[in-house]
């Protein structure tokens, strides 16, 4: 019998990559999301390039009755829980939304869960979680202490699965610390679709690109970095929806709680990142230099030797294929979904 995995937030961005690899996988998947930052076109996507189907729920990780009906019906195994709010503008100015919605939600879902025996969670926490330890490598034990309430539901939801594991040891989780994902599926068919104007650097090349917004503003060139940009570690959303399948196959075997960096550990600047976008799609980027964004560091990246030892995985693909198949989804889907 094929494992069967629910997926919360399956339809967003990161979701719909991992669950495309997790049908390759022979993993059967049920999608639980209620689409308040995605789209239903993206099940439409899934099965065009899986060829299989997806169970898919409209619902609220809130929503006990939905919960318990799925698990009742669909006999899961496993979770992998994307399911969550992420700007973190909107969390400062909306901190209760996001505490009830990241946290509280996350709360309900594993009571649910353990009621229904099911023990086994992914769970995608961040890299904000670190805040500013004053270097700019972080591994596993940096000290964690995040700036913003985002980063703070993150690191509350990392402790609510530790301090239930602690309590109760036939958990199976793993927390995993993306640093930053962007990217798309190499078709073009699936990819980020903010909605509005984005926040994130990648969406918003791309849509420089593509001509839908006419410059980019690149938040300072003064940090203490060869260019005076931020660097970032830029990890390809394949690699990381990789990464998810090998954390699952690990927690089939042992019972360890994982803390996992999943990022390249190769930080790149804003201005290598336009050059590398105006080769792959060979459109020039309008840019402006403009003061530096509140909260942003110079440059932070991961360490992810522990990633790879206890996964087995290494993030494959670098800047280059990162904004060609960023740029073949912005090509092919304008408008988004
Ligand atoms: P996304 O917004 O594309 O996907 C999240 C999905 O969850 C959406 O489809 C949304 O409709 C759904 N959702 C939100 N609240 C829900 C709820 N209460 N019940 C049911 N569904 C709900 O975001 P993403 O980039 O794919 O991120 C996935 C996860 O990874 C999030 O938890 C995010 O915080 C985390 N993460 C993202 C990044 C990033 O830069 N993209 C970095 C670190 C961590
Ligand atoms: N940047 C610009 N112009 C823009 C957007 C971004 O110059 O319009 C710069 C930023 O100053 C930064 C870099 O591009 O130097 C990357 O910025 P992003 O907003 O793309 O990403 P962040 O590193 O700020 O944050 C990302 C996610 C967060 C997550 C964090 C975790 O957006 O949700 O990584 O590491 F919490």
Request: hydrophobic share 35%; proline share 4%.
């Amino acid at each position: 019998m094929n494992k069967k995995v629910l997926v919360t937030g399956g339809t967003g961005y990161i979701g719909s990559h991992t669950v495309v690899q997790l049908l390759a996988a022979n993993y059967s998947v049920v999608i639980l999301d209620n689409l308040c930052n995605s789209s239903r076109e993206v099940l439409n996507r899934i099965e065009l390039l899986s060829g299989k189907k997806v169970d898919f729920v409209e619902g609220d990780i809130r929503n006990r009755d939905v919960l318990q009906t799925t698990f009742q019906l669909h006999g899961i195994d496993s979770v992998i829980h994307f399911a969550g709010l992420k700007a973190v503008g909107e969390s400062q100015t909306q901190p209760l939304m996001y505490y009830d919605n990241n946290v509280n939600g996350s709360v309900i879902l594993l009571e649910e869960m353990a009621k229904a025996n099911i023990k086994t969670i992914v769970f995608s926490s961040s890299a904000t979680v670190y805040g500013d330890p004053g270097y700019s490598q972080y591994k596993e034990d940096t000290p964690v202490a995040p700036i913003n309430v985002y980063g703070r539901t993150k690191l509350m939801v990392e402790d609510i699965i530790k301090d239930l594991k602690n309590s109760d040891a036939s958990w199976r989780a793993a927390l995993l610390r993306y640093f930053n994902p962007v990217g798309a599926h190499a078709s073009g068919q699936m990819g980020e679709n903010p909605s509005g104007i984005p926040n994130n650097l990648m969406p918003f090349v791309a849509q420089v690109a593509v001509g839908k917004r006419e410059k980019l503003s690149v938040y300072g060139n003064d940090y203490n970095t060869p260019d005076g940009t931020g660097k970032r570690d830029y990890i390809h959303v394949e690699d990381l929806a990789a990464g998810h399948l090998a954390a699952l196959k690990v927690l089939e075997n042992q019972s360890e709680l994982l803390t996992l960096n999943l990022g390249t550990g190769k930080p790149n600047s804003v201005l290598e990142m336009i050059h590398a976008f105006e080769k792959a799609s060979g459109k020039k980027i309008n840019y402006e230099i403009v003061a530096r964004r509140s909260g942003d560091l110079a440059e932070y990246y991961a360490d992810p030797t522990l990633a790879e030892k206890v996964l087995g995985w290494q993030a494959q693909l670098g800047i280059d294929r990162m904004c060609e198949d960023t740029w073949r989804w912005q090509m092919n889907n304008p408008n988004g979904y």
